[in-house]
């Protein structure tokens, strides 16, 4: 299994950036794909980034192409989530999450997760 635990979430003003990172750990670490997914209350988890260990293909949610970009520190196993140009539609609790093989769109699909950090924009 992977351990993660992520940080770097507030409370910003709309305009505003974030990065959030997750740490993983644990055996075969690099056999994951590690993702973002979000969460606003009442909606369902909603896919937003995700990247390979042992490749540059990464993937992003519709909403937040051009705004948002996850990338890696393979040496420390951590990812990261740069959100840039953030907006009140992105308030939401922020998960990351890690799959082995081939990662989707669907959050019922990821099996590891992090505790969740909480991302409030406000206008």
């Known amino acids: 299994q992977v351990q993660l635990v992520e940080s770097g979430g507030g409370s910003v003003q709309a305009g505003d950036s974030l990065r959030l990172s997750c740490a993983a750990s644990?055996?075969?670490?690099?056999?994951?794909?590690m993702g973002w997914f979000r969460q606003a209350p009442g909606k369902e988890r909603e896919f937003v980034a995700a990247?390979?260990?042992?490749?540059?293909?990464?993937y992003y949610g519709d909403s937040v192409k051009g705004r948002f970009t996850t990338s890696r520190d393979n040496a420390k196993n951590t990812v990261y989530l740069q959100m840039n140009s953030l907006k009140p539609e992105d308030t939401a609790v922020y998960y990351c999450?890690?799959?082995?093989?081939?990662?989707?769109?669907?959050?019922?699909?990821?099996?590891?997760w992090g505790q969740g950090t909480q991302v409030t924009v406000s206008s």
């Open positions: 644990g055996r075969n670490v690099r056999s994951y794909v």
């Open positions: 999450a890690a799959v082995v093989g081939r990662g989707t769109y669907y959050y019922t699909d990821w099996p590891y």
């Open positions: 990247r390979g260990w042992r490749d540059g293909s990464a």
